[in-house]
Nanobody, 120 residues
């Protein structure tokens, strides 16, 4: 059984930086696109950033210019670095991955979610 395990969340102050990591473990043939979603309190889950198997990242407007997403295909990990954090970055962050060739919004693997709180 494949699992996505997230780490790196917590409480940070506005303007700080944070790194979220996600590792796929278990038995799988391949991992396609990987990425991160965020669910703010009372809101739907939104895509934050995703990366292709070739390492090309895409960012939502909410984090573009202050985030960096990378993946390690040997260790099957994806890492999101966010800088200049804002209170609106607060939420539960979910790692997502697609075991097939489809897009990130067709992900069939999800992590448990990790809380990020940006507050002074």
């Amino acid at each position: 059984q494949v699992q996505l395990v997230e780490s790196g969340g917590g409480l940070v102050r506005p303007g700080d930086s944070l790194r979220l990591s996600c590792a796929a473990s278990g038995m799988f043939f391949r991992i396609g696109v990987m990425g991160w979603y965020r669910q703010a309190p009372g809101k739907q889950r939104d895509l934050v950033a995703w990366v292709t198997t070739g390492g090309k990242p895409y960012y939502s407007d909410s984090v573009k210019g202050r985030s960096f997403l990378s993946r390690d295909n040997i260790n099957h990990t994806v890492t999101l670095e966010m800088n200049s954090l804002k209170p609106e970055d607060t939420g539960v962050y979910y790692c997502a991955a697609n075991q097939g060739p489809g897009p990130i919004d067709g992900s069939d693997l999800w992590g448990q979610g990790i809380q990020v709180t940006v507050s002074s």
